[in-house]
């Protein structure tokens, strides 16, 4: 849906069975976008109520309403607004902790999730939002190491995982996930921190290999890269923070003589 509002946006013209799609993809989320599932990751164990989840449902719904609203495309506007805005106020009073001033990964949890630093580029709250500031800061503390490299979820005892086992059901450890260092990149530029998130931006690409290709995971201590290899989902967003790193640069570049 998202992607679909974007064509849009960028003046392309979908094609028309794209418009059956829609429709069929937004009926199928009225009735699933209130269950608990696996989650972004698909972790191993029981179903939960995944905050990125119902925020991505939030999404479809949202570009959906924006696309009627701005682009005249067909469809029950009233009441896809009705579903987003429930979306909205379900997660903000179940997926938030006022105690640590933080999304959470799913209802009722302590354990965070990098893919919560995607909520104020989905739009989902403005950057400036005391509760997206208090979630980057969260993540940045129980989930970055003094790298600033991000594993993608809390892992080990808890709440979560009563028999000491890690979040996803799996004994044991993983690196960073370079797709989420990213995604704290971006949302420290999004907040306001752009020195922060250009030092940041800099030391990830310090660990491209000599023909400029990341992996999926990055271990910090054995300082080397793990799991798939090159891993696009790794790649894209180092595009899109680079690309928006220039953006501001360039916009912001002093005129010379």
Same mark, same amino acid.
């Given at each position: 849906m998202d992607t679909l509002a974007l064509t849009l946006r960028s003046?392309?013209?979908p094609e028309r069975h794209l418009v059956a799609l829609q429709r069929a993809v937004l009926d199928h989320l009225e009735k699933v976008w209130s269950r608990p599932d696996q989650g972004l990751w698909e972790t191993r164990g029981a179903p939960r109520h995944h905050v990125h989840s119902k925020v991505m449902c939030w999404v479809a719904f949202d570009r959906a309403v924006r696309m009627a609203e701005d682009h005249g495309r067909p469809g029950p506007v009233a009441h896809w607004r009705e579903i987003?805005?429930?979306?909205?106020?379900e997660v903000c009073?179940?997926?938030?902790?006022? /105690?640590?001033a933080t999304f959470t990964q799913s209802y009722g949890s302590r354990a965070l999730d990098a893919a919560l630093l995607l909520i104020p580029r989905t739009g989902f709250?403005?950057?400036?939002?005391?509760?997206?500031?208090?979630t980057v800061a969260a993540v940045e503390r129980?989930? &970055?190491t003094d790298d600033g490299l991000?594993?993608?979820y809390s892992t080990g005892g808890g709440p979560e995982s009563p028999d000491g086992i890690g979040g996803d059901?799996?004994?044991?450890?993983?690196? &960073?996930?370079? /797709?989420?260092?990213?995604?704290l990149v971006d949302a420290l530029r999004l907040t306001g921190r752009e020195k922060d998130a250009r030092t940041l931006f800099e030391r990830l690409l310090l660990l491209r290999n000599d023909v400029g290709l990341l992996a999926e995971e990055y271990d910090p201590r054995a300082r080397r890269h793990l799991g798939n290899f090159p891993q696009a989902f790794?790649?894209?967003?180092?595009i899109r923070v680079a690309y928006e790193l220039d953006r501001h640069a360039t916009h912001h570049t002093p005129p010379q003589g």
């Open positions: 003046g392309l013209r987003r805005d429930r979306i909205h106020r009073e179940r997926g938030f902790d006022p /105690a640590r709250l403005p950057p400036d939002d005391p509760r997206v500031v208090g129980e989930l &970055a991000v594993r993608r059901g799996l004994t044991g450890g993983e690196g &960073a996930f370079l /797709a989420c260092s990213f995604w790794t790649h894209v967003p180092l």
